[in-house]
Each structure stands twice: as C-alpha cells, then as structure tokens.
C-alpha cells in the first residue's frame, strides 16, 4: 500500500513541476452532449511546448481522446472499429489499437469522468489528428493540432 503512495506522490511531483512550465498550453476539451463532437477542434501548439489537456466526458456515451501522426487518422480509426468485431478487444471497452502512430491517448471516459494528458508537441511541425476511438465515432467526433 505504501509503494502505491509513494508512486502516486512521485506523479504528483512530476505533474506540479510539468505544470510549472513557463510556456505551458493548458486546453480544456470537452465533449458535446449527444453530439459525438470535441467542443475544441483546433489546437495551436509550437514544436516541443508542453501541452496540459483536461479532457472532460459529460456525455451519456464514453469518449477518450486520442492524438495520432500526421495521416493516419483513417488507419487508426478503422483499426478501432475493427476492435468493436473482436470480442476480447471489445470487451476492455477501451478500443486503443496497437500502433506506433498513437502518440499519447485518456483511457475511455465514462459520463462525468476527467483526465488529464500532459505531454511535449511533436517537435515537428504538421497537422497532427486527434480523435474518439470508440467505434464509429472517429468519423466525425476529431480535431486538430497544429505545430508550427
């Protein structure tokens, strides 16, 4: 019990301390109650900034965000509604595909859930796609982050 405190005081360091950062982009995103839409489609970011999203679920449906490559919106939105097919991916309910493209993603928020990501931008400039992955909303629940 004890190490889980410590852990879980270390992240907290972490968190404060990246949080600290001069120029640090803090984004609130939230999804659009039965709309399958993110309330932020586009994300202004320079290479390298610390970037803090809250991501916020008020939606009846579950939701994640999840930030991939340049291009490859499609390819990880097929894999995710390939995943509703396969009954052990399907039933994790997280519908996360394996892929080198994912660059950082929440788990799959459930109505009233919050999490938060902490990551650097890519540092090369491009028009990075973020998106839900749970199956069939990828189409049209998505945004943008720009690094320029």
Request: net charge positive; glycine share 4%.
């Amino acid at each position: 019990k004890n190490k889980r405190k410590e852990k879980e005081t270390e992240v907290s360091k972490q968190n404060s301390k990246f949080d600290r950062q001069r120029n640090l982009l803090k984004v609130k995103i939230k999804c659009l109650k039965e709309r399958m839409l993110f309330d932020v489609e586009k994300i202004s970011a320079k290479p390298n900034q610390p970037i803090r999203i809250e991501f916020y679920n008020p939606d009846a449906a579950p939701h994640n965000f999840v930030l991939v490559k340049p291009g490859s919106l499609e390819e990880i939105g097929n894999a995710a509604n390939m995943m509703a097919a396969d009954p052990v991916a399907a039933k994790t309910g997280e519908f996360i595909p394996k892929s080198n493209k994912i660059i950082v993603h929440t788990k799959m928020l459930k109505q009233e859930e919050k999490e938060f990501l902490r990551f650097k931008a890519p540092n090369k400039p491009g028009e990075y796609p973020y998106m839900c992955t749970f199956p069939g909303h990828w189409t049209i629940m998505k945004g943008t982050l720009i690094v320029k």
